[in-house]
């Protein structure tokens, strides 16, 4: 007899579609534009932008509360395959919106892919290449900020960038309570400007504080956009209490997780020694820390149906990065193989439009997300977007950038890479260099290894197709093409 705990519901109807009902996506987006403008002072810092409000908005119409509230729930490290831990979520999320089954990190790293998803840019782009210089990031650039002068209120709870300093409060938002260094229990937070440890269960904590900052809508019109960010399911992880011993479902591993020959991997992969064994405990760790998550968001959904605001909320719940379960002998992040990069990604939007129940196979990254928020708003962004809107089904792309640099962290080389992630195949190439002390990218960019994978036949990417490949085969694979194409991309494209 299994002691978990009772979770009723399932998931929506498990069928493809696309994204329907664009007429209605297109009208609620648009409703009420705002072109936001920022200027410079003279001495060339940064200043709070300007809000030209449209013709619309000037005279009076549409209200802004026909904007959606938006609520962003960023986990920590969750890779796929946790659907388990999430049977709330998914009864919610799955049955009333969409899930993108091609979902990716386009930087495996945290503070990369967290300031990927506010700024809609490509790490090459933001600049934050590592845990370690969250000040990179141009914060005129996010999108707390634009829709904040959009009118929006904003708050964070939760993690922000790896070692952003907690006495710094974080720009463009009106509430938060912000952790660093995280931590699952009796953690380090700076509340409102004031740096404290705040006692009890960090999942919990975070959800109470988004749950009064959702309660003050009772008195303040504004739509308002919430950033949540739990630390589950990041190691070391420590479960709830209750949740500490609650078995989690048998676990045969895969196919990548069970792989004896690794001599087409790169070198550092090939030295890996991870097992199936490590693999699954950490599984079970993220699954059992993952159960809080699940409350949290049974009681956000609550809260947002007691306020009347759950059609009109436009909420994204999705994951930093994922996580290898002894995949090609590894236990981390920081790879370019399916369980690293991709990442759950649900959402809903009724009032939007969206096809309730329906799962989307598009190419998407994180670098949408900013878009997508931004479009819901009615804001056009001042500043450039990698990445483009999920609400209007016309935006697909045949290929996704993914991008990771050696950093200081890692003091056995990982190797710089970058990777071109087709709807069908994946074309890797591995570099000579790392980041300097400071951040940024040093060496000469010479190839060291690459690698090709046909997804649609070898999904677990156990055979690299370059591995003793001649000329002929490469040209087969279209490798020249790809470098190419590859190379624009992560040189700015």
């Given at each position: 007899m299994s002691d978990a705990p009772d979770r009723t519901g399932g998931r929506g109807p498990n069928r493809r579609?696309?994204?329907?009902?664009?007429?209605?996506?297109?009208?609620?987006?648009?409703?009420?534009?705002?072109?936001?403008?920022?200027?410079?002072?003279?001495?060339?810092?940064?200043v709070p932008a300007a809000v030209t409000p449209s013709p619309a908005a000037r005279r009076g119409g549409p209200r802004a509360e026909h904007r959606p509230n938006i609520l962003l729930v960023l986990t920590d490290d969750q890779p796929k395959e946790t659907d388990w831990a999430l049977r709330r979520t998914l009864d919610w999320l799955g049955r009333d919106g969409v899930a993108f089954d091609r979902a990716h990190a386009n930087t495996p790293l945290c503070a990369p892919s967290r300031a990927s998803v506010m700024s809609g840019r490509y790490a090459h782009h933001h600049g934050v290449l590592d845990t370690r210089h969250p000040a990179h990031l141009d914060q005129r650039t996010t999108v707390q900020r634009h829709l904040r002068e959009a009118g929006y209120r904003t708050g964070l709870f939760g993690k922000y960038l790896n070692f952003w300093?907690?006495?710094?409060?974080?720009?463009?938002?009106?509430?938060?309570?912000?952790?660093e260094p995280v931590a699952y229990t009796n953690g380090h937070y700076n509340d409102q400007g004031t740096v404290r440890t705040v006692p009890g269960y960090s999942t919990t904590v975070i959800r109470n504080r988004a749950l009064a900052f959702?309660?003050?809508?009772?008195?303040?019109?504004?739509?308002?956009?919430?950033y949540v960010a739990p630390r589950a399911a990041h190691e070391l992880?420590?479960?709830?209490?209750?949740?500490?011993?609650?078995?989690?479902?048998?676990?045969?591993?895969?196919?990548?997780?069970?792989?004896?020959?690794?001599?087409?991997?790169?070198?550092?992969?090939?030295?890996?020694?991870?097992?199936?064994?490590?693999?699954?405990?950490?599984?079970?760790?993220?699954?059992?820390?993952?159960?809080?998550?699940d409350d949290a968001m049974r009681d956000f959904r609550d809260k947002l149906r007691e306020l009347g605001?759950?059609?009109?909320?436009?909420?994204?719940?999705?994951?930093?990065?994922?996580?290898?379960?002894g995949d090609h002998g590894w236990l981390r992040k920081s790879v370019p193989y399916r369980p690293s990069l991709e990442v759950p990604f649900l959402m809903s939007w009724p009032a939007g439009g969206l096809a309730r129940g329906s799962r989307d196979d598009r190419l998407t990254g994180h670098v949408d997300i900013a878009p997508t928020l931004l479009a819901a708003a009615g804001v056009t962004p001042d500043t450039p977007h990698d990445g483009h809107s999920l609400l209007d089904p016309r935006n697909?792309?045949?290929?996704?950038?993914?991008?990771?640099?050696w950093n200081r962290q890692d003091k056995v080389p990982i190797h710089t890479w970058a990777s071109y992630v087709g709807k069908g195949e994946q074309y890797t190439e591995y570099y000579r260099g790392r980041l300097g002390a400071d951040g940024r990218a040093r060496g000469t960019r010479e190839v060291l290894f690459r690698e090709y994978y046909d997804l649609r036949a070898d999904p677990y990417q156990l055979t690299n197709l370059l591995y003793g490949a001649d000329a002929e085969r490469e040209t087969r694979l279209?490798?020249?093409?790809?470098?190419?194409?590859?190379?624009?991309?992560?040189?700015?494209?």
């Open positions: 579609a696309l994204v329907a009902g664009a007429t209605a996506i297109a009208a609620a987006a648009v409703a009420v534009p705002v072109a936001v403008r920022a200027h410079r002072a003279e001495d060339g810092a940064h300093r907690p006495a710094d409060n974080p720009p463009h938002f009106d509430e938060w309570l912000l952790q959702m309660e003050r809508s009772r008195t303040d019109p504004r739509p308002w956009f919430a992880n420590i479960p709830e209490e209750r949740y500490a011993y609650t078995r989690v479902p048998e676990w045969d591993g895969r196919p990548s997780v069970r792989e004896t020959g690794r001599a087409d991997k790169p070198p550092f992969l090939r030295a890996a020694r991870h097992s199936f064994a490590e693999g699954r405990a950490l599984r079970a760790r993220q699954l059992r820390t993952l159960l809080s998550v605001r759950l059609d009109n909320t436009l909420v994204l719940f999705t994951s930093d990065h994922g996580l290898c379960w697909d792309r045949e290929h996704l950038l993914a991008e990771w640099w279209r490798i020249p093409e790809l470098s190419r194409r590859l190379r624009a991309a992560a040189a700015g494209g």
